[in-house]
């Protein structure tokens, strides 16, 4: 497993574990795709430096060849013209060229896998975008829901402890119903102020009766 795919599964175990511990998990999606899109910018932009780096490089060792073959064929002009200094100047240029030519060719496969490694890097970064679009449905779903059972929950809530606050009103003016009538004394289940004013009427009406009652029968012994 190379570096780059080291780093794509930490990166990924680590958006895991923020996802499951964040309180809102949208907003930290959004935020890790931000951060997402801008690693993925920078990965795209390396990709094509090296890239770019690697086919310099080819292009020098096919340069090489080129004048390396040239070199060759001039030497055997020269030698068949009997020109030895040539040739041998034309074949140190040809052995000089070929062992640029083998640098260049283990540079460039130094860089070619250099840039394979960063386009399999830019590739998992985009596949983990692919995720994290697909869960930010999922889980935008699941927070609105949430959210609703939240509101709702509350709304009960707070219309159960309305109705307790009304009951609990009630109980206290019915319990200070029999002051609430000021001088009337009236209250639910008492006789009212007009009832007890005619019962006292009626006891000392059978009151003074029974005291003219008693004196005339004192009359009536006296004589």
């Given at each position: ?114 840039a394979d ?53 009630l109980a ?52």
């Amino acid at each position: 497993m190379n570096v780059w795919r080291r780093m794509a599964e930490m990166t990924k175990a680590k958006l895991n574990d923020m996802m499951d511990r964040a309180e809102d998990p949208v907003t930290m999606l959004n935020y890790y795709m931000r951060n997402l899109d801008a690693d993925i910018d920078r990965a795209e932009a390396a990709a094509a430096r090296q890239a770019a780096a690697a086919t310099r490089l080819k292009e020098r060792h096919e340069d090489a060849l080129m004048v390396a073959a040239k070199a060759e064929m001039q030497a055997q002009e020269a030698l068949k013209a009997g020109r030895d200094a040539d040739a041998k100047q034309a074949t140190l240029s040809r052995i000089y060229y070929e062992e640029k030519a083998v640098e260049y060719a283990e540079q460039f496969t130094l860089e070619k896998a250099r840039a394979d490694e960063l386009l399999i890097r830019l590739a998992e970064l985009k596949e983990t975008k692919r995720q994290m679009i697909a869960k930010h449905g999922d889980l935008a779903a699941r927070a609105a829901h949430a959210a609703s059972v939240k509101r709702l929950s509350g709304g009960a809530s707070a219309a159960q402890a309305g109705f307790r606050r009304m009951e609990e009103k009630l109980a206290a003016e019915a319990d200070a119903a029999p002051n609430a009538g000021g001088d009337t004394g009236f209250a639910p289940g008492k006789t009212s102020p007009a009832d007890a004013l005619e019962e006292a009427l009626r006891q000392l009406g059978a009151r003074l009766k029974g005291t003219s009652a008693r004196s005339g029968e004192k009359v009536a012994a006296a004589n």
